[in-house]
């Protein structure tokens, strides 16, 4: 998509976004020669501020190819994000719900209609003590293989810094002035699941290529090696609940 196809409502929102970004951050931008110049494909982000869309928003407009998000239905409620999620055509998740399956629909069509649609696929902001990925959701996974598209791994480091996640007094510390670390990666090479079945081992398999991807990019940005196994929310969950369950048995 070159930058005379962004439209309007994606350019009123740089015009927003960018001067308040440009004055409190510096940029560290990485690996923008790996962002396709034509055709549909899916980027994947890591998660771990509620800034950090923002930061990799403005990576990826720089480079023309404006991405797609899916963001959750009840932000395009609201009266001036919501305007702008719409005008920029943005893609509403229903979580639980009938219409679940839409959000997944709108993506796969986007790509295939050349588009570019950023998937964050943790689902949400990561719960790693340390701000490494964790495990994702397999949403990712089942778009890039019935699409066949790239899938570029992008890491983001130094939004977390500004604004940390599930900060208990939700903090903003914009001083002293923080990076902005943006770096994708080459496309992750899924070619060996393109003639499995989809089955849940198979799309297990794939995010966990994908997401090493993206984990690999976070290292080199932070300079520091990942812990073998991701943070698993799910089995910490479950762990919380086992001992619920054995302190009532008391």
């Not at 690999?216 to 001992?243: I, S, T």
Request: hydrophobic share 40%; with cysteine.
């Amino acid at each position: 998509m070159s930058r005379r196809r962004i439209g309007f409502w994606y350019r009123l929102a740089a015009v927003i976004a960018k001067p308040p970004l440009l004055l409190l951050f510096k940029r560290d931008w990485r690996g923008t020669e790996h962002i396709p110049v034509e055709g549909g494909f899916i980027t994947a982000i890591n998660h771990n501020s509620y800034l950090d869309m923002f930061s990799y928003g403005h990576f990826q407009y720089n480079t023309g190819r404006v991405p797609r998000f899916l963001a959750k239905a009840a932000l395009f409620k609201t009266p001036v994000v919501g305007v702008l999620l719409r005008g920029t055509r943005q893609i509403p998740v229903y979580r639980e719900s009938s219409n679940a399956v839409g959000a997944f629909r709108a993506a796969v069509d986007a790509v295939e209609r050349g588009e570019c649609v950023a998937f964050y696929p943790e689902g949400t902001l990561t719960r790693d003590p340390a701000m490494w990925p964790m495990t994702a959701k397999t949403g990712v996974a089942r778009a890039a293989l019935q699409t066949k598209a790239p899938v570029i791994p992008v890491a983001q480091w130094g939004a977390n810094l500004a604004m940390p996640p599930y900060a208990k007094e939700n903090k903003v510390r914009l001083f002293p002035r923080k990076t902005l670390q943006v770096q994708a990666g080459p496309p992750v090479d899924l070619s060996r699941f393109y003639d499995l079945d989809p089955t849940p081992e198979v799309l297990k398999a794939a995010t966990e290529a994908i997401m090493a991807a993206v984990t690999e990019q976070l290292e080199e940005l932070r300079g520091e090696k990942a812990p073998d196994k991701p943070f698993d929310l799910r089995e910490v969950r479950a762990e919380q609940r086992r001992k619920a369950a054995g302190e009532e048995a008391k």
